[in-house]
């Protein structure tokens, strides 16, 4: 062999062809991670899957904590919905994986890095832009290096006897703790409902008849309890998701533009994403002044395109970072959700931090707002519109 490449392996169609590939092709021995973002796949059939396939060493990484406090967490500080859609899930593991494959590669004395990415998609670039951030080695992506489709892929995994299950063979899926990806097969026609059976986590039938409730507590942006229950951070993403999941919400379906240009038919199961970055929205706008939300909706739109664009490395990220952190040190307090076969609001908020006054608001008698404040500050604010229309009435 003529050197040593580490493979980011989730044991899917796309990199079990690429061990093949950089055995064969490239005449490389193949180590292969797996990195535990939550996918709940079977770590062990995954590392026999590998071995069978010929690897020289594989690694099982659980990283599930760090991608909730390092990923997750600071999503929902941004708000993050990349196109006011998606919540991020698979942009957010990318380089999470990728940093791991880099250590990896380090301690191995590896002579290459490889990923099963396509030329169309995002990943590409995610994985990249981290490799090169950690390390000069060259990258080698089968996938899109030799232009291949995913029936050519089918082939050649029969051919090689490479093992490939029900599911991959009809759609093309990404799991992680934030979210779940579905994508190809019929639902690339754009006008097509996705069928009830691509659904996992988000049910469609035999929803429940009544109302469910769910009280999301924040401290300092981040969630900290559901339901009066403080938990650690997987257990309370895992919660959101099955409780919100089992009311019917979550399920985006959406046309996504790509980094690479194309737009894409993209359907994605995020109950939990969901429910956590609506209350945490909301609980924003009772703390923060109107001044603040305006300049971090931008901060936000700017830091979901950076993470979904790969660019997670970048400086910029790092800035907006800071930001959004000093932004977040009143962001504390409780919202109510109320979910209903599909439908999700918030119906209640409360926050030590709340600028909102019963005795500003009320329109009853106990008002303190002195309303005779109120003609001049209106003659002042629409001074300029008012003299602009007039002059435009005189021509």
């Given at each position: 062999m003529?050197g040593?490449?580490?493979?980011?392996f989730?044991?899917?169609?796309?990199t079990?062809?690429?061990?093949?590939?950089l055995q064969?092709?490239h005449?490389?021995?193949?180590?292969?991670v797996?990195?535990?973002?939550g996918?709940?796949?079977?770590?062990?059939?995954?590392a026999?899957k590998?071995?069978?396939?010929?690897?020289v060493r594989h690694?099982?990484?659980d990283a599930?904590n760090?991608?909730?406090n390092?990923?997750?967490?600071p999503?929902?500080k941004a708000?993050a919905?990349y196109q006011?859609k998606?919540?991020?899930a698979?942009a957010l593991?990318?380089?999470?994986?990728?940093?791991?494959v880099?250590?990896?590669?380090?301690?191995e004395?590896?002579t290459a890095?490889?990923?099963g990415c396509?030329?169309k998609g995002?990943?590409?670039?995610?994985?990249?832009?981290t490799y090169h951030?950690?390390?000069n080695?060259?990258i080698?992506?089968?996938?899109?290096?030799?232009n291949?489709?995913?029936?050519v892929e089918?082939?050649f995994a029969?051919k090689?006897?490479?093992?490939?299950?029900?599911?991959?063979?009809r759609?093309s899926?990404?799991?992680n703790l934030?979210?779940?990806a579905?994508?190809g097969?019929?639902l690339e026609?754009?006008f097509e409902?996705?069928?009830?059976?691509?659904?996992i986590?988000?049910?469609?039938?035999n929803?429940p008849?009544?109302?469910?409730?769910m009280?999301?507590?924040?401290e300092m942006?981040?969630?900290?309890?559901?339901?009066?229950?403080t938990?650690k951070?997987?257990?309370?993403?895992?919660y959101?998701n099955?409780?919100?999941?089992?009311?019917?919400?979550g399920?985006?379906?959406?046309i996504?533009d790509?980094?690479v240009?194309?737009k894409?038919?993209?359907?994605y199961?995020?109950?939990?994403?969901?429910c956590l970055?609506?209350?945490?929205?909301d609980?924003?706008k009772i703390?923060?002044?109107?001044?603040e939300?305006?300049?971090?909706?931008?901060?936000?739109?700017?830091?979901a395109?950076?993470?979904y664009?790969g660019l997670?490395q970048?400086?910029?990220k790092?800035d907006?970072?800071m930001f959004?952190n000093t932004s977040?040190?009143r962001v504390?307090?409780?919202?109510?959700?109320?979910?209903?076969k599909?439908?999700l609001r918030?119906?209640?908020?409360k926050s030590?931090?709340?600028?909102y006054?019963?005795d500003?608001?009320t329109?009853?008698s106990?008002?303190v707002?002195?309303q005779?404040?109120?003609?001049?500050f209106?003659e002042?604010?629409g001074l300029q519109?008012?003299?602009?229309?007039?002059?435009l009435k005189k021509r």
């Open positions: 003529n040593k490449a580490i493979l980011a989730s044991g899917g169609l796309d079990s062809v690429v061990i093949k590939y064969e092709r005449r490389l021995d193949v180590v292969t797996t990195v535990d973002v996918q709940g796949d079977n770590l062990k059939k995954i026999a590998a071995k069978s396939l010929g690897v690694y099982n990484i599930r760090e991608f909730v390092n990923f997750i967490f999503s929902i708000n919905l006011k998606y919540c991020l698979t593991a990318r380089p999470l994986i990728a940093q791991k880099v250590e990896i590669a380090k301690k004395n590896a890095l490889a990923h396509t030329g995002n990943d590409q670039v995610r994985f990249d832009v951030s950690g390390s080695l060259p080698i992506a089968p996938i899109r290096d030799l291949l489709t995913r029936d089918l082939k029969q090689h006897g490479i093992p490939i299950d029900v599911t991959a063979k759609f899926i990404d799991q934030w979210g779940r579905i994508e097969g019929e026609d754009a409902e996705p069928p009830d059976d691509a659904f986590w988000v049910k469609t039938k929803l008849d009544r109302p469910q409730y009280e999301i507590k924040f942006g981040v969630p900290v309890a559901i339901d009066g229950k938990m951070p997987i257990e309370l993403v895992n959101a099955k409780k919100a999941g089992a009311c019917g919400i399920i985006v379906d959406h996504e790509r980094v240009g194309i894409s038919r993209e359907v199961e995020t109950p939990g994403a969901a970055i609506e209350a945490h929205t609980l924003e703390v923060l002044t109107k001044h939300l305006r300049f971090k909706t931008m901060v936000d739109m700017e830091w395109w950076l993470a664009s997670w970048d400086p910029l790092s907006l970072d959004i977040q040190k504390s307090g409780t919202v109510k959700l109320k979910m209903f599909g439908s918030v119906v209640g908020r030590k931090y709340s600028l006054s019963h500003l608001a329109y009853g106990g008002s707002f002195d005779t404040l109120g003609k001049g209106v002042l604010w519109s008012t003299e602009a229309n007039k002059l």
